[in-house]
C-alpha cells in the first residue's frame, strides 16, 4: 500500500527514536529512485533508505546491502558535500501530509548549518529535496516554472509544499465534521478516500471496519460524533503492524491492522514488504532480459543452421557431377563441340543403364567435363566446411535452448547468478566493468530423502560442478529427450534403496521442461560412467551403462531443506 500520511505519521515516529542524534557517516545512490543515507546511530550503523519510484515510493530503514555506482550522480554528491558528518537532529511529519522532514546540524570547520532534507512519499510524484534556510540547494527531480508553473523546484528558490488537495484535514476536527455530514450513505470508505485528505483506500477501509462498518446511512447528527472518533483512530499512537499474505506472497502493509503476518514495528513491515516486491521485481527483469537475448540468439543460430542444412542439401547431386564428368570424359571421342545433351551407357549403374547429360553447346567437350568436376570439387569443398559447422551450429542451439530451459525453471536471483556468469564468459553478455571480489557458489539445491542427500543443479555451470564433485560411485540421473537439471545422490558407499531412486529420479523430472507431462524417461547411472568430452560447452556430457525410469515430476518440497553447499 502507498505510505499516507496516516502510515507515515507512525514511520517518522519511529525514524526519529531509532536515528535522532546520528551522525551521517556515508550516502550512496544505489539507482536513479534511491538514495541511501548510512547513520552511526544507537551504536550501531543504520541505513535510511528514501525511494522516489512510482510504486515503491519509502522512507524506512534496510539492512539489504546496495551497490553504489563507479560514479555518483550529481545529486548524491550533492548530499555528500553538504551533510556528510552531519548530525540527524530530528524526523517529523510536515502537518498530515506525505511529506518527511530530516533535520541535520551541519558543523564544518569554520561554519554551521541547518539543513532540511524533505521526503515528498507521493507516488508518481515522489522527490527528495534539500533546503537551507527555507531555500532550495538542490533536488532529486528538478522542475522550472516552464514546467511546473505553480511550483518550482530549482536550487536558488525557495521551497514551497505542494499545494494541499480539496479535502478536510483530519487534525480539523469541525472540518471533518463538515465533510462527514455531507455524506448520503453507502461505502463508508471510498467516502473517506475522496473527502479526506492523506489517506489511501486501504486505510479508509481499515477506518471503515473499526468505526462504523463497511456501508451505513447518512451521518447526519452523528457526524461529530464519527469525525471525533476517526481523528482519534488517526492520531492515536497505538499500532499494529503487519503484512497481508496471498498464496505466501506478500500483497500489502499496514500500521495498524491484527490481520496478517505480524511485525515488531511499522518500519520493519514496510522494508519486508517493500524489499520482497523489489526483489520480485529485480528477479522478473533480470530474466526477462537473459531470456530476450538468448531468444535473439536462437533465432540467429537457427537461422545459421537453415542456412547450412541449404548448403548440404544443394550439394545433394554431388556425387551425379563427379559420374557425368567421368562418363563424358570416357566418351570424348563420340561427342563434339555444339551438342545441348547427350545420352551415355552409364557403366556405375549395376543394372547397364544410360545417362542424359546436359551440356553447354558453347564448350568444347573436355571443357563440359572439367565444369562438372569444377562443380564437384566446390561442392565437396562446401560439404566439407558444412558438416563441422553444421555440428557446430547444432551444439549452440542445444545449448542456448537449454539455458532458455534452466531461465524458465529459475524461481529466485540464486537461479540466474551462475547462469548471468556463464553468459558473460561465453561472450553473451559484457564483462563487467568493476571486477567482483570474490564470492562464494551459489548453493545446490539439497534434498534430504531416506537418509541419502540428493543435490540438483540450478543451471548449466552447476551441473558441471555437481559432476566434478560427485564421487564415482554416486548415482547421476538425468531426463532422457528433456533439457533437465543434474541430480546426484550421494551413496557414500551405500545402496541406495528403490524409494530414494525413484524420489531422485522424480525431482530430476520435476527440474526440467517435461515438468508438465506425466510418464517422463529418466535415466540414470553412476557417476563413474558419466563423461565430459573436451571443449564441450557447459552442462554437456555424454554417459554410458545407464537403466531408466519412467516418473511423475514431483519436487519432493517437503524434504527439501535449506540452500547448502553441498
Not at 544507537?42 to 555506482?69: E, H, M, Q, W, Y
Not at 495498524?256 to 514496510?270: F, I, K, T
Not at 555440428?391 to 524461481?411: G, I, K, P, Q, V
Amino acid at each position: 500500500m502507498p505510505q499516507d500520511a496516516f502510515t507515515l505519521r507512525h514511520i517518522a515516529r519511529e525514524l526519529d527514536a531509532m536515528l535522532a542524534g546520528g551522525k551521517v557517516n556515508k550516502i550512496i545512490q544505489p539507482s536513479r529512485d534511491e538514495t541511501d543515507i548510512l547513520l552511526y546511530a544507537g551504536g550501531r550503523t543504520r541505513k535510511l533508505l528514501l525511494n522516489t519510484n512510482a510504486s515503491f515510493a519509502r522512507a524506512c530503514v534496510s539492512d539489504i546491502p546496495r551497490s553504489a555506482p563507479e560514479t555518483a550522480p550529481n545529486f548524491c554528491m550533492l548530499l555528500r558535500k553538504h551533510l556528510t558528518g552531519a548530525t540527524l537532529v530530528r524526523v517529523k511529519q510536515e502537518g498530515f501530509e506525505r511529506i518527511l522532514s530530516f533535520t541535520f546540524d551541519c558543523t564544518g570547520e569554520f561554519t554551521r548549518a541547518e539543513r532540511i532534507l524533505y521526503a515528498e512519499i507521493m507516488g508518481k510524484y515522489s522527490n527528495l529535496v534539500l533546503t537551507e534556510n527555507g531555500v532550495i540547494t538542490g533536488a532529486l527531480k528538478i522542475s522550472s516554472l516552464q514546467e511546473n508553473f505553480k511550483r518550482a523546484l530549482f536550487p536558488g528558490v525557495k521551497y514551497m509544499p505542494p499545494e494541499p488537495q480539496d479535502k478536510a484535514n483530519p487534525a480539523d476536527e469541525n472540518a471533518l465534521a463538515e465533510r462527514l455530514s455531507a455524506f448520503a450513505g453507502g461505502d463508508v470508505a471510498e467516502f473517506l478516500f475522496g473527502h479526506v485528505s492523506g489517506l489511501a483506500l486501504p486505510t479508509c477501509r481499515l477506518i471503515a471496519e473499526e468505526i462504523t462498518g463497511e456501508r451505513c446511512g447518512p451521518f447526519g447528527e452523528n457526524a461529530r460524533k464519527y469525525a471525533e472518533r476517526i481523528r482519534d483512530f488517526i492520531f492515536s499512537d497505538e499500532t499494529c503492524p503487519s503484512v497481508e499474505r496471498a498464496g505466501g506472497e506478500a500483497k500489502d502493509f499496514y500500521a495498524r491492522n491484527p490481520r496478517g503476518e505480524r511485525y515488531d514495528s511499522v518500519l520493519a513491515a514496510a522494508d519486508a514488504y517493500y524489499t520482497e516486491r523489489e526483489t520480485k521485481r529485480d528477479f522478473f527483469e533480470k530474466r526477462r532480459k537473459l531470456e530476450s537475448l538468448l531468444l535473439s540468439r536462437k533465432k540467429k543460430e537457427e537461422k545459421k543452421l537453415a542456412i547450412l542444412l541449404e548448403r548440404e542439401r544443394e550439394c545433394g547431386d554431388m556425387e551425379k557431377n563427379r559420374v557425368y564428368g567421368e562418363l563424358i570424359t570416357a566418351n570424348i571421342y563420340a561427342l563434339k563441340k555444339g551438342m545441348e545433351r547427350c545420352e551415355l551407357a552409364n557403366y556405375y549403374d549395376e543394372n547397364g543403364g544410360t545417362a542424359k547429360i546436359p551440356l553447354d553447346k558453347n564448350l568444347t567437350p573436355a571443357q563440359n567435363a572439367q565444369k562438372y568436376f569444377k562443380k564437384y570439387n566446390k561442392q565437396k569443398r562446401t560439404l566439407a566446411a558444412a558438416g563441422p559447422q553444421r555440428a557446430e551450429a547444432e551444439a549452440d542451439l542445444r545449448y542456448t535452448e537449454s539455458m532458455l530451459s534452466f531461465l524458465a525453471r529459475a524461481e529466485n536471483m540464486l537461479d540466474l547468478y551462475d547462469a548471468e556468469e556463464e553468459l558473460r564468459e561465453a561472450g553473451l553478455l559484457p564483462p563487467e566493468k568493476k571486477k567482483k571480489a570474490a564470492v562464494k557458489a551459489v548453493p545446490f539445491r539439497a534434498f534430504r530423502i531416506g537418509g541419502f542427500s540428493v543435490f540438483a543443479g540450478r543451471n548449466n555451470v552447476q551441473n558441471d560442478r555437481l559432476l566434478r564433485e560427485a564421487a564415482p560411485s554416486d548415482l547421476w540421473l538425468h531426463t532422457q529427450k528433456y533439457h533437465s537439471s543434474h541430480v546426484v545422490v550421494r551413496t557414500e558407499g551405500k545402496k541406495v534403496p528403490e524409494s530414494v531412486l525413484l524420489a531422485a529420479a522424480e525431482i530430476c523430472a520435476c527440474f526440467s521442461d517435461g515438468k508438465a507431462g506425466d510418464k517422463i524417461p529418466v535415466d540414470y547411472c553412476e557417476r563413474r560412467y558419466v563423461k565430459k568430452p573436451p571443449k564441450a560447452k557447459a552442462g554437456f556430457v555424454v554417459y554410458t551403462d545407464f537403466q531408466t525410469l519412467l516418473v511423475t515430476p514431483d519436487r519432493h518440497a517437503e524434504e527439501e531443506i535449506a540452500a547448502a553447499q553441498g
